[in-house]
């Protein structure tokens, strides 16, 4: 398995290349800022947060209800289970101001979380298969 340093350098490459690629195609920095957040957002809400020797205090409760590489490492799912889980800070921040929630801006944020989710596993897999060869 790739150590917590690898899988935020491939984030950050990833978030990178993202932002290289879409501004040599003509795309503004106001286009890009939300891709490189959401793949950024995979260094935080990461799938490892379910390994008991990674975990901050929030995510205490989260890795007693999943096993590391089960259900949080699934793709879309897995990104959905730890949004959830985070979700009452959002909720309570909107239901107690006047601001309104992004929906339009989260969606897109999701997607490119999804996409960081992605990055890890595949990561994990190809990794895990080397090592098994090597």
């Avoid at 899988?7 to 993202?18: D, G, K």
């Avoid at 503004?28 to 990674?54: K, M, N, R, W, Y």
Wanted: some cysteine.
């Amino acid at each position: 398995m790739p150590s917590k340093a690898v899988h935020n350098s491939a984030l950050f490459v990833s978030a990178m290349s993202t932002v290289g690629y879409a501004l040599l195609n003509g795309c503004q920095v106001e286009d890009v800022l939300l891709p490189c957040f959401g793949l950024l957002s995979g260094v935080f809400i990461t799938p490892d947060h379910d390994l008991a020797e990674s975990r901050w205090s929030i995510w205490q409760l989260y890795g007693k209800f999943f096993s590391h590489r089960g259900v949080s490492h699934w793709p879309v799912i897995g990104t959905l289970t730890r949004i959830a889980y985070l979700s009452p800070i959002p909720i309570a921040f909107f239901a107690y101001s006047h601001w309104h929630f992004p929906w339009p801006l989260f969606g897109k944020w999701l997607l490119w979380l999804c996409i960081a989710d992605i990055v890890h596993v595949t990561l994990d897999i190809v990794v895990s298969r080397f090592k098994a060869i090597a």
